[in-house]
Nanobody, 119 residues
Framework: QVQLVESGGGLVQPGGSLRLSCAASRAAFSVFFIHWYRQAPGKERVPVADITPDGGSTNYADSVKGRFSISRDNAKNTVYLQMNSLRPEDTAAYYC????????????WGQGTQVTVSS
């Protein structure tokens, strides 16, 4: 079992930055693919970025390319999402999702953290 806890959300003005963190409770964190998703009010949850277990490869949604950066520190069991040049349309609840490398059906969600971009 893995517990994921997101933090770092808040209210920020357009053009500002935030760094989200996803901390995992389990020591074998390095065997998990990690994905960030977001869900705006009244809309579906959609993928934002993901990173491989070793951190060697990342992917981004077109809407955040060049503005967001995902990284991980397996020694700290933590994944980060650096968000720059934030826009009002980035307003959403952001969720961390883990999928085990050895068993794709083993997945976990965090509780989410709210990001609001507004002047």
């Amino acid at each position: 079992q893995v517990q994921l806890v997101e933090s770092g959300g808040g209210l920020v003005q357009p053009g500002g930055s935030l760094r989200l963190s996803c901390a995992a409770s389990r020591a074998a964190f390095s065997v998990f693919f990690i994905h960030w998703y977001r869900q705006a009010p009244g809309k579906e949850r959609v993928p934002v970025a993901d990173i491989t277990p070793d951190g060697g490869s990342t992917n981004y949604a077109d809407s955040v390319k060049g503005r967001f950066s995902i990284s991980r520190d397996n020694a700290k069991n933590t994944v980060y999402l650096q968000m720059n040049s934030l826009r009002p349309e980035d307003t959403a609840a952001y969720y961390c999702h883990a999928r085990a490398l050895y068993n794709p059906s083993e997945t976990y969600w965090g509780q989410g953290t709210q990001v609001t971009v507004s002047s």
